[in-house]
């Protein structure tokens, strides 16, 4: 069981990145999805949620209007499309996998990270 997030980067103020989370071994089909985020030296921060048809998604405030999330169950994936991005975003970019977006008791599985760094 594992899940891999991949698409991070260097890319300037301003620019474009779209991060994948593949799922091996499990059937991302019946989970939600989060990615969360760490940037150097802060704790961890919840980005973003979306259902396990895709037919809801939740953003925080910080990233809102500028990161859309979308799944494709076919291909066991699920994407962050990251525009507009700006220097505080730069941090390691995690993606797991949870009962639903409503749920606190924690996601069930955890990928590894992809480090996503915004500079000029």
């Known amino acids: 069981v594992q899940l891999q997030a991949s698409g991070g980067g260097l890319v300037q103020p301003g620019g474009s990145l779209r991060l994948s989370c593949v799922a091996s071994g499990f059937t991302l089909d019946y989970y939600a999805i989060r990615w969360f985020r760490q940037a150097p030296g802060k704790g961890r921060e919840g980005v973003s949620c979306?259902?396990?048809?895709?037919?809801?998604?939740v953003y925080a405030d910080s990233v809102k209007g500028r990161l859309t999330i979308s799944r494709d169950n076919a291909k066991n994936t699920v994407y962050l499309q990251m525009n507009s991005l700006k220097p505080e975003d730069t941090a390691v970019y995690y993606c797991?996998?949870?009962?639903?977006?409503?749920?606190?008791?924690?996601?069930?599985?955890w990928g590894q990270g992809t480090l996503v760094t915004v500079s000029s």
């Open positions: 797991a996998a949870d009962l639903a977006c409503s749920s606190d008791s924690g996601p069930v599985y």
């Open positions: 979306i259902t396990s048809m895709g037919d809801s998604n």
